[in-house]
Every structure is written in structure tokens, then in C-alpha cells.
């Protein structure tokens, strides 16, 4: 290929350059997208214009990243991030450079560039492609190759092991060896440690939204790029759960990567719902390994994890907080964790639902289940069939759940007939004394919803509080 279709918009940009003396190139993901023959989404733009040149020529520059030659246009209902040509030196803090010098060429320009499949740039006005590091030929062969000494490359940005392993699974592409080498080398990892919690984490979030989740974590494994920042997976390699009962054929680190393949959004176009799924499904069972027990039965061993879920949300609400996920974020997946071994019979009574979904709540039941499902896919690596007794255990519980939600019943304190406020008009004295009434009140009522009647539910708070509260 020599060169690629240039969108209308980058054209009437590219005119705005030429016409004042300069040149602009498409960069980056989007030229690299484009050969592919995937959809471009975001435009990086490199030229010989400097930041200040560019804010002379377009009315609406935003100095993003001023200090090293970078500014952000808005024209046309896009955000195109601009970066004069320039080469780089010494990245004290592992992510940016110390010093930026603006570069001549494109070509130079490129040479700073982290990967050869990136490294190839489109010039504005004709679509030409600039390929001087044989990027083109790697993305022809599904390769991931450093532009120059991977060594050089990596000790320059702490970040790019990190996005080597995401871009091996996102691309469906192999490391090239010598890169693949240097990834774990003690420098690299040293440089690759140094680099922001919230730089892993976003990268991360783009390694398990990926189509097969698995690639990506085996490699950070293999790397020691995971351990660096989620060392609680570490007593999961080697923490065998297979015995004569045939539940599980992985250890606990490969049925975790297995189980988040597995994670399928029950609400699909939402990645925030599906990035809940595939967390709560990787670290489902973390705290196996801390609840491992064996016991000999009939001359087999068999292997236990009691208390594993209870386990397994601590370690998971630590390491999310610290990898900086947001609060809802952080409490959502722990509670997904903590609830993932609920066990539903038919024989629930109606109550036994409401209480169930009570405990669970509506907002989180569908999540749950798909992280029910997702286990039981990293269980064998293999997807569960919709007429498998899981999913139709599931389906079941889901059409209880439907029915008793269409029935008003109370599901929760809010849903009362009854308020504190009514309790204080009984004379029940403001304070604990009321959560606990209004706690028991509410039991009564998912036990007996025809309960929830303000007369009926006032004659019991007052009764409660005669027989355990008044002195």
C-alpha cells in the first residue's frame, strides 16, 4: 500500500497548513487502523508548524501539552491532537521526555515512535504513506517490533511494555522475540514500575475489554509486568483445584483469565457494565489461595475454599483502591466477588427470593449472573450452552425474580408504608431505635407483603417497641 483515503475534514485542515507554508501528516492509530482495514477514530496529526504557529492559524487551540510541542484543534466537531516534528531525550520520570527538540522531518520525527506499526505516518494532501521503519510489512505479518533498540524504546517510556502486551491482544499480533525479550529485562521492569498507577490502570481496563483477555494477562504474567502492579495474582499460579470431582481442570490464575474471556455484558454497548463483568469475573476467586484447605475422603483428596468470597472481596476491594478505580467502581465488583457462589434451588419460597434480592439488588442481579456463567466458562475453558443446567437454573431464578418485582412487593426500607417520621409520631424516640424497628418491619413485610399497610405496620412498630425497646 502507498497510501490511504484521507478524510474530508483532515483535507479542509490540511489546506489551512498548506495555505499558511507548512505540512501536516495523519499518525499514528489511525494510519495504522486504516491499513488494517479497520475505521479511524482518532486523528494525530504531526507537522512542521510549531504549537504557536498552529494557534496562529486555527481559531480554537487547546495548549494540552504545550511544553512538548503538542495542542489540541477543535474544528469540525473533532479533537485533533497536534504535535510540531521533534526528536526527544531522557525520560528521567519514565513516561516524558526531559527535553523536546523539533525535528526537520517526518521522518525524523518518526524515529522517536514506539512501535514500526506505528511509525508510519500519511501525508495530508496526497495520502502518501511515510514508512521509513517497515511498519507496513509488520502489521502484513501480525508483528509487534520496536522502532530501533527495544531496549532504547522501553528505557525511554515506562508506559510502552505495558501497551506492547495490550496491542499482542487487542491486535491479535506476536511480539516480536528480541522485543518480547527486553520486556522483561530488570531495567525495563524497573523503568515500567515507575510509571503512574493511573497509566497501568487504563491500560488494564483496555486489556480486559478485549476480545480474548487471556492473551494480554498470560503476557503480563510471562513479563512480570502483572505482578509489578496486581501482585495478588501471584499464590494464584500454582494453586491447584482440580480432584475426583472433575470441577475445575486450571489452577486458580488460568481458570480467573478463563472465567474474564468468559464474561459476556448482559448489557451489550455498555462498556462501563461489561468493564464491572470482566473485573468481577478475573478476580472472583483471588482468595482461593488463602482459603485452601484439602481433605482426604475415601482415599481421594479433595480440595475446599470455604469462605473464599469473603476472602477473595477484601483482596479485591485493596487492590482495586489501589489501582485508583472509581468508588462505584470499587464497590460494585466487590460486592459481585463477595456474592458469586449464591446457590439458588427451586425450592426457594417466594420469601427466600425477595430476601435474595434484597441482599443482591436489582441494579447488580444481571451482572451477577453473568459472572455466574463466566465462572463456570473458566471452569474448562468452555462456553456454557444455553440448555446447560446453569443457564437454566439461571433462567429460572430470573423469571422468580421478574414475577415477584411485578407484585409491588416492599424491597426495601424506602418501599415501606411506613417512616421514621410515622415511628416518631408513635412516640418511638428518635435514633437507632427506629433503623432497627424499620429493619424488622421490613423482614415482616418480605415475609408477608400484604403486611405492608400503614395501619398494620404502625401496630407492630409499636409493639416491637413496647416488648424490646421501652424501658
Not at 22 to 45: P, Q, S
Not at 102 to 119: G, P
Not at 134 to 150: S, Y
Not at 236 to 244: E, F, I, K, L, Y
Amino acid at each position: 500500500m502507498t497510501k490511504i483515503k484521507i478524510p474530508a475534514d483532515l483535507q479542509k485542515v490540511n489546506d489551512l497548513f498548506s495555505s499558511h507554508g507548512f505540512k501536516a501528516y495523519l499518525v499514528g492509530g489511525a494510519v495504522r487502523d486504516t491499513i488494517l482495514g479497520k475505521e479511524m477514530h482518532d486523528w494525530d496529526l504531526a507537522t512542521d508548524a510549531t504549537p504557536e504557529q498552529v494557534m496562529e492559524i486555527f481559531h480554537h487551540v487547546i495548549p494540552t501539552g504545550i511544553a512538548h510541542g503538542t495542542v489540541t484543534i477543535h474544528i469540525f466537531g473533532h479533537e485533533i491532537e497536534t504535535t510540531t516534528f521533534r526528536t526527544e531525550s531522557d525520560y528521567s520520570d519514565g513516561r516524558h521526555p526531559d527535553s523536546v527538540s523539533y525535528a526537520k522531518t517526518i521522518e525524523a520525527d518518526l524515529s522517536r515512535r514506539d512501535f514500526t506499526m506505528n511509525a508510519i505516518a500519511a501525508d495530508l494532501a496526497t495520502g502518501e504513506l511515510v514508512d521509513p521503519f517497515g511498519g507496513q510489512t509488520d502489521i502484513q505479518n501480525k508483528i509487534i517490533r520496536t522502532v530501533g533498540n527495544p531496549l532504547e524504546r522501553f528505557d525511554e517510556d515506562g508506559l510502552r511494555p505495558v501497551r506492547a502486551v495490550r496491542f499482542a491482544g487487542q491486535l491479535g499480533f506476536v511480539i516480536e522475540k528480541q522485543t518480547f525479550d527486553s520486556l522483561s529485562n530488570p531495567s525495563v521492569l524497573r523503568k515500567t514500575a515507575s510509571i503512574s498507577i493511573e497509566r497501568f490502570r487504563d491500560e488494564f481496563c483496555k486489556m480486559i475489554l478485549t476480545a480474548k483477555p487471556s492473551v494480554c494477562l498470560k503476557l503480563a504474567e510471562q513479563t512480570g509486568i502483572l505482578t509489578l502492579f496486581i501482585p495478588e495474582f501471584v499464590p494464584c499460579r500454582g494453586c491447584t483445584q482440580a480432584d475426583v470431582r472433575g470441577f475445575h481442570e486450571f489452577d486458580v490464575a488460568d481458570h480467573l483469565f478463563y472465567a474474564c474471556d468468559g464474561a459476556d455484558n448482559p448489557l451489550p454497548g455498555n462498556d462501563d457494565n461489561k468493564l464491572l463483568i470482566r473485573l468481577a469475573s478475573l478476580f472472583h476467586d483471588i482468595g482461593k489461595p488463602a482459603a485452601r484447605s484439602t481433605d482426604i475422603i475415601g482415599g481421594n483428596e479433595i480440595i475446599h475454599f470455604h469462605g473464599h468470597e469473603s476472602v477473595g472481596a477484601e483482596i479485591t476491594r485493596k487492590l482495586l483502591t489501589r489501582l485508583r478505580f472509581p468508588t462505584a467502581t470499587v464497590d460494585t465488583v466487590t460486592k459481585l466477588v463477595r456474592e458469586h457462589m449464591f446457590y439458588y434451588e427451586p425450592v426457594w419460597s417466594d420469601a427466600a427470593v425477595r430476601r435474595f434480592i434484597v441482599r443482591i439488588g436489582l441494579e447488580n442481579m444481571k451482572n451477577l449472573f453473568a459472572v455466574r456463567i463466566a465462572d463456570i466458562y473458566g471452569m474448562h475453558n468452555t462456553p456454557v450452552l444455553a440448555q446447560s443446567s446453569t443457564r437454566q437454573n439461571l433462567d429460572e431464578l430470573q423469571r422468580r425474580i421478574d414475577t415477584v418485582t411485578t407484585q409491588n412487593c416492599a424491597l426495601s426500607l424506602k418501599s415501606l408504608s411506613v417512616n421514621g417520621k410515622d415511628l416518631l409520631a408513635l412516640g418511638i424516640p428518635a435514633g437507632k431505635t427506629i433503623g432497627c424497628i424499620l429493619s424488622e418491619l421490613l423482614e415482616t413485610v418480605l415475609d408477608s407483603p400484604d403486611m405492608n399497610e400503614k395501619q398494620k405496620l404502625l401496630s407492630l412498630a409499636e409493639n416491637i417497641y413496647i416488648q424490646k425497646y421501652k424501658a
